[in-house]
């Protein structure tokens, strides 16, 4: 089939995007991405067989997102130039890469009447509430994440298929909508094998922190990813680990708090900020580390998804550490893989860290727990057997 992904963003790098479309050209289909550029030089192009077709937007337009149910210039615009890509390129099925374009998708189809797949990444009428741009005026009062819930609902009504990434999600869903359980399909975000096979480490990396009990972070920065609460459990523990390292690889726009506080605490010897990395460097950053961690602040979002890096740290057999976030707690109470903090609880954070600290055959055992996982059922090439069966589907269909 000639499936049409729709993604309102630029293209690479997004992982969950690129390991469903290759997974699907792999079965045999052609994908084609709708995606955005901002700068004119840049043109469409092949990447690891994705047929790339990027189309122009600017600041004003990405400002305008924010504002896609509270007013229809996004959805007006957006739905010309999606018109043009499923004409252009003869699609069969429309795949739609979360709800933010999902109106300008669902506008355009009403004539075409094409099949829909609509694959939430995340609970964004939740994310945006911690947005810090809804926090303040004019954000807060234009921007109401209520009306985003109800179009979500609308959405999933609408679509024929619907993905989410975990089990949680997929509950929340069914109970908030009342949609069948056949109708929404489990495709979480997880590694492929080769991320951590046959990798070439990068030896400056590990050598750089070779002396230090190494504490990682992979990702996102926002304060929402709990950070704040992983500094603070650092003030403690450098009392008692005096080459205790916690190593920050990732950015957002609130990096500035959390720098801050690290200053406040006269931390710089015990904190790196990295800042955002290739992720081809991530296999070496954990190789490098003791702990990985993913300490996030519980809201209705982080309760039903998983983080992609705790698949990450698991690939290479590192005990995690998680805050009690409930889809990462029952993950890690499942795999054996790691401990559970309080979220917020920087005493209770330093507490576990300890317990591994003292006992390096515990945290070998946990490690090879996790990896045990990873390879028994939860690598990428396993899981997404869900999303080929769905084209698969809709191809016998036709």
């Not at 994908?31 to 189309?55: M, S």
């Not at 109970?175 to 990068?202: A, C, H, M, W």
Request: charged share 30%.
């Amino acid at each position: 089939m000639r499936i049409g992904m729709i993604l309102d963003k630029t293209f690479p790098p997004d992982p969950r995007v690129e390991n469903e479309a290759m997974a699907l050209i792999k079965s045999g289909h052609k994908v084609f991405l709708f995606c955005l550029k901002y700068d004119d030089n840049d043109g469409n192009g092949i990447v690891k067989g994705i047929q790339v077709k990027r189309y122009l937007s600017n600041k004003l337009e990405y400002k305008l997102s924010a504002l896609a149910y509270t007013f229809s210039f996004y959805t007006n615009l957006m739905s010309k130039k999606i018109a043009h890509f499923l004409s252009k390129n003869k699609i069969e099925v429309i795949h739609i890469h979360d709800m933010r374009i999902a109106e300008a998708v669902f506008k355009v189809n009403i004539k075409l009447n094409l099949p829909t797949v609509l694959d939430l990444h995340d609970n964004m009428p939740e994310v945006i509430k911690e947005y810090p741009h809804l926090q303040k005026f004019p954000g807060k009062q234009l921007i109401s994440p209520q009306k985003w819930k109800k179009k979500e609902e609308e959405f999933i009504g609408k679509a024929d298929k619907v993905i989410t990434v975990s089990g949680e999600f997929i509950e929340e869903v069914i109970d908030r909508t009342g949609i069948s359980q056949e109708k929404i399909i489990l495709v979480p975000n997880t590694v492929q094998r080769s991320f951590y096979s046959n990798v070439v480490i990068d030896e400056d990396i590990t050598e750089k922190y070779w002396k230090n009990f190494t504490i990682l972070y992979l990702g996102d920065t926002a304060l929402r990813r709990g950070l704040l609460t992983a500094i603070d459990a650092i003030d403690i523990l450098r009392k008692k680990i005096n080459h205790i390292k916690l190593v920050i690889v990732g950015e957002s726009s609130t990096d500035d708090v959390l720098k801050e506080r690290v200053k406040e605490l006269n931390l710089d010897a015990f904190v790196d900020f990295e800042g955002w990395q290739d992720v081809s460097l991530f296999p070496s950053y954990i190789a490098a580390s003791d702990i990985c961690i993913s300490p996030l602040y519980r809201n209705p979002q982080h309760d039903v998804a998983y983080a992609n890096k705790l698949f990450q740290y698991m690939s290479f057999a590192k005990p995690v550490l998680v805050s009690d976030a409930l889809a990462q707690k029952k993950l890690v109470e499942k795999t054996k893989s790691g401990f559970i903090h309080k979220e917020k609880d920087a005493e209770d954070f330093a507490e576990k860290i300890m317990i591994l600290y003292k006992d390096p055959n515990l945290c070998e055992e946990l490690g090879k727990n996790g990896l045990r996982f990873i390879e028994g059922e939860f690598v990428w090439e396993k899981v997404s057997q869900g999303l080929i069966d769905i084209y698969d589907k809709l191809e016998t269909s036709k």
